[in-house]
Each structure stands twice: as structure tokens, then as C-alpha cells.
């Protein structure tokens, strides 16, 4: 992917995380459930928001840099008509900022007119690129997206919709999960290896596909299941169900382990895992792996929440030697004792590292009478650059913490995310170049411990290879120049493989 003066960007930066939504009703407007929809599925993004819809006729589009509730008034919706659309929303990055990125992405062409909204990243765009380019497609935007609108409008000129889609997933490699309108029609595609989540939900006149299922729950539907990875869904027309059709299958899939420690709401089922409980589970390895006896254990709020509530239920009934508990010994205090300014934005997006320094100590205030005098364990879900652990460590001692120990429930972020998740370079990484008891030192800890992966996989119910780790790791599951990868990355042909419909 080129940044449009012809230079490459910085990989991390061209990130794709992201929040996508399909729905399609009977005879209903589908613009206000898909702004309900949108407003479920904000954490995945806040740079820009959009839907577009079509009415049998026309297609409508509204698309905006900003949050969900700023880019839409009341007229906007009442403009998008039509019982069926997509929507989306976009995360913040350091590449290309600007309104030309914000999606769903309309073209209209011979055959029809598609919207399109992308969470993921693909590995091959700037191939695919320069070939439509030299085919004559003029491209708007330096995405990937708009390279799988233009692949797409070019298969649909020659093949019925669902080989269309076929050629096109034979072509793109990488990670995508994609709702689509073409015309009336909502489609939702997951890459073979499952790498973002995408579900199907029921509601009362319709179906709909979101990124999380707490999006169906916003418009009080029902979570069908998830998108199997190589799948496509075809919404029926009336809102009456939808089509299944297995374009490609692969050995392994590749689900990102980030959604469910940081990324995803805790309210979301993802890939038939609660998200909350997954977190829960991951705090309670935690303790089994190195669970230090201290008189309180705390999270730092919301991100550490669900794993210390899982940490410290663990520590009620064992001991950190693993042993059960005596009646008489409580364990391990559960307690609040950061409290979070609700209003100030992710430290993570902060331009500097000073800004980010300040954001951390605007955004917890502690509790001093929770923590004085007292042997503290604080539990957060990652540690990216350090900052959060390193202003914690030292706030908590300022209050008077006798001892401060850390543990994180997930393993140490080693390398960068290809794959959507805007994480930091390598060099920004503290665990990149340090060993577990060096950033212990750094970050002034008592201790510091990391959850292990195996403990991951055996948490989400998985095969270490059927999970990206490539963050943990440093080898991916996909084809990435300069980099290590965990398994055959050589792309199959498609082939022709059966094209089945079932309800
Ligand atoms: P840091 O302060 O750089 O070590 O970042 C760690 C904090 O950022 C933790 O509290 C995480 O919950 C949060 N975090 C982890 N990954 C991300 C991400 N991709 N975007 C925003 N925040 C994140």
C-alpha cells in the first residue's frame, strides 16, 4: 500500500481496526438500527463514521470523520432510506488520517452499486493495485478496501454475486472481515483463517452481521453464530433469512488473541466465547502461573477489571503454592482502588510520550486509604510501551503502597500487529529488547509477571496454531515481508470447491 505520494508508510500505521455492521429488513429503514449498531461498536474506532444504504433503486451514503454520534444528525439518517445497508467505524492510526479512508466505500459501476466497510488488513493490496491500475481502475484512496471494491465490480461485470466473491477471496489474502451491499443485497465475508470476528444476528423483521454480537443486542436481537472463516452470507432480500455458501476452506485459522484480552467489548460473544468470561479465566491461569500473596489486588480500570475479578475469585480458593485455603485465611482482598476519569481518551492514542505520561495521571486517581501501608498486586490485561505500569507503579507508591507487584494477563507484546491492531513499532515496544526482569526494573516494580501462551490457547479452547500470536510471538500466521511466520504460508489455490446454500 502506497501513501499516495508514492512512498510506503509506516506498516503499523495503515491499520485497519475496525467496527462493521450489514443489515437488511423487511420494508423498515435500516439506517437507524445501523446507527444503533454503529454506537455498540464505537470502541473499535472513533476516527470515522458511516453508513450506506440502498432503497431498491438508489444507493445513499453518509460518511464522516468523527465519533458515531457527531457524524449523524437526525436529517442524515432520515436521507439514508432503504431497508438494507452496511455501516462502520473506524480506529484512529498513524497513517493516513483522512476523510478519504472513512468507509463504508460506495462505487457504483455497470452492474450495480457496492458499499463496502473493512475490518482487517490484507497482505497483498499493493499487487492487486497495480494490476486493476494498469487495467484502467482509478483508485480514490491509498486503502485496502477500495481495492477489494474495484476487484469485486470487475468479477461482478463477468460472474453471478457468489462467484464473484469467490474470485475475490481467491485473490486477497490476508485479513478481512467485510459487510458489502450490492444494491439491496447485504453480503458478509469472513477471511479463511477467521482472523477478525463477524456474526450474524436475528431480529424481529430481519437479519443483520456485525464485528461484535453486542451489537445485536443493542437492537434487541439474537446472536445466530458466527461467521465461519471462508464463509460468505447472503441476507435474503424480505429480511425472511440468509444464504451460507463455503468458498474456501483452510487447515488452520488465525484468530486474533487481542480481541478478547483487550480489543473486543467484555459483552460480546466472539467465535462461541463470552468475551467477559474468556478475561475472567485468563486472570484465574494467572494466579495459578504467579499468583503472589498481597493484602489487595486491584485492577487498573476497565482494561485490567475482568482479569482481576478472575485473579482474585482464583486466589480465594488456592493459595499462590497452589494449595486449597484454610477456612479461616481470606486470601487475597479484592479491591477498587484506581479510579478512572471517564472522560479522557485512550493514553495509547497520545502523539507524545509526555502527553501519554500526563494522560495516565489524568485518567487514575487512586484511593489512597485502599492502598497505604499495604502489599499491593495491580492487574492490567497488556503492556504495550510501559507507561501505564511505569506512572501506576510509581502513583501507587507515592500513596504509600509497601509493596507494588504487576501482573499482566496476557503474555509480553514482543512485535508489531500487521493485522489491524494498532499496536506501537517494535521499537516503541518495551518487552521487544528487554527480558521480563528488566522491565520489571524499569517500570520500579516488586515484581512483574506476564500470563504465558499456552495458557492463552488453553483458555480460548484452541490449538496455539489455530490463533494469531504473531504480537507475542513474532511469527505470523501470514506472509509478511521481513518476518518470521508459524506455519506454510504458500497460498492455495482456490480450485473449485462446492458452492452449498442452506438457511
Ligand atoms: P502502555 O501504557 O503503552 O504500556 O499500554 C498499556 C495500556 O494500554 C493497557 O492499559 C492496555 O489496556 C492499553 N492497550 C493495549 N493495547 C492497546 C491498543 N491497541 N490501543 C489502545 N490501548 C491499548
Not at 489487595?296 to 478472575?310: E, H, I, K, L, Y
Not at 480460548?460 to 489455530?466: M, P, Q, S
Amino acid at each position: 500500500m502506497t501513501d499516495g505520494r508514492g512512498e510506503t508508510p509506516r506498516r503499523t500505521g495503515m491499520t485497519e481496526k475496525c467496527g462493521v455492521v450489514g443489515v437488511s429488513l423487511n420494508g423498515r429503514d435500516a439506517a437507524r438500527p445501523l446507527y444503533y449498531a454503529l454506537y455498540a461498536l464505537q470502541h473499535r474506532g472513533q476516527e470515522s463514521a458511516g453508513i450506506v444504504t440502498h432503497d431498491g433503486f438508489q444507493q445513499h451514503s453518509h460518511v464522516e470523520m468523527g465519533l458515531v454520534g457527531d457524524v449523524f444528525e437526525e436529517d442524515d439518517l432520515d436521507m439514508l432510506n432503504g431497508a438494507a445497508g452496511v455501516g462502520h467505524v473506524r480506529y484512529p492510526t498513524a497513517g493516513s488520517v483522512d476523510s478519504c479512508c472513512a468507509q463504508p466505500f460506495s462505487v457504483s459501476f455497470k452492474s450495480g452499486s457496492l458499499g463496502l466497510s473493512h475490518n482487517g488488513n490484507l497482505v497483498n493490496a499493493d499487487e492487486i493495485r497495480e494490476e486493476l491500475a494498469a487495467a484502467g481502475h482509478a483508485f480514490t484512496s491509498d486503502g485496502d478496501t477500495e481495492v477489494i471494491a474495484h476487484d469485486l465490480a470487475r468479477n461482478l461485470l463477468e460472474e453471478d454475486l457468489v462467484r464473484a466473491v469467490k474470485r475475490t477471496m481467491g485473490r486477497i489474502h490476508g485479513s478481512y472481515s467485510l459487510t458489502i451491499s450490492h444494491d439491496d443485497t447485504i453480503l458478509g465475508v469472513r477471511d479463511p483463517q477467521g482472523n477478525r470476528p463477524l456474526c450474524i444476528g436475528k431480529l424481529e423483521d430481519g437479519y443483520m452481521l456485525a464485528s461484535e454480537s453486542a451489537a445485536i443486542d443493542t437492537l434487541d436481537g439474537e446472536l445466530v453464530r458466527d461467521v465461519k472463516p471462508g464463509e460468505l452470507i447472503v441476507l435474503q432480500e424480505d429480511g425472511a433469512g440468509f444464504d451460507s455458501y463455503q468458498l474456501v476452506e483452510e487447515e488452520h485459522t488465525a484468530h486474533c488473541f487481542f480481541e478478547h484480552v483487550y480489543f473486543a467489548r467484555p459483552d460480546s460473544v466472539i467465535d462461541e466465547t463470552l468475551v467477559y468470561e474468556a478475561r475472567r479465566n485468563l486472570g484465574r491461569k494467572l494466579w495459578e502461573e504467579s499468583g503472589v500473596e498481597t493484602d489487595v489486588v486491584m485492577p487498573v480500570p476497565d482494561s485490567g477489571r475482568a482479569f482481576a475479578s478472575g485473579y482474585a475469585d482464583a486466589a480465594s480458593e488456592t493459595t499462590a503454592d497452589g494449595e486449597p485455603r484454610d477456612a479461616d485465611d481470606d486470601g487475597v482482598e479484592f479491591a477498587e482502588g484506581l479510579m478512572k476519569n471517564r472522560y479522557v481518551g485512550r493514553t495509547f492514542i497520545m502523539p507524545t510520550q509526555d502527553e501519554r505520561e500526563r494522560a495516565v495521571r489524568l485518567k487514575l486517581n487512586p484511593i489512597k486509604s485502599t492502598i497505604e501501608g499495604k502489599t499491593v498486586t495491580v492487574i492490567d490485561d497488556s503492556i504495550v510501551r510501559g507507561t501505564t505500569s511505569t506512572q501506576l507503579v510509581q502513583l501507587l507508591k507515592d500513596c504509600g503502597a509497601e509493596e507494588v507487584h504487576v501482573r499482566i494477563g496476557a503474555p509480553a507484546i514482543v512485535a508489531p500487529c500487521y493485522m489491524g491492531i494498532d499496536m506501537a513499532t517494535r521499537e516503541e515496544l518495551i518487552a521487544s529488547d528487554k527480558s521480563t526482569a528488566e522491565i520489571r526494573d524499569e517500570i520500579s516494580a516488586d515484581s512483574l509477571a506476564y500470563l504465558s501462551t499456552d495458557a492463552v490457547a488453553e483458555v480460548l479452547g484452541k490449538e496455539r496454531i489455530d490463533l494469531c500470536l504473531g504480537c507475542v510471538t513474532g511469527e505470523y500466521p501470514y506472509d509478511i515481508e521481513g518476518e518470521e511466520t508459524d506455519r506454510d504460508v504458500s497460498r492455495p489455490e482456490v480450485g473449485e470447491q462446492a458452492i452449498h446454500a442452506d438457511d
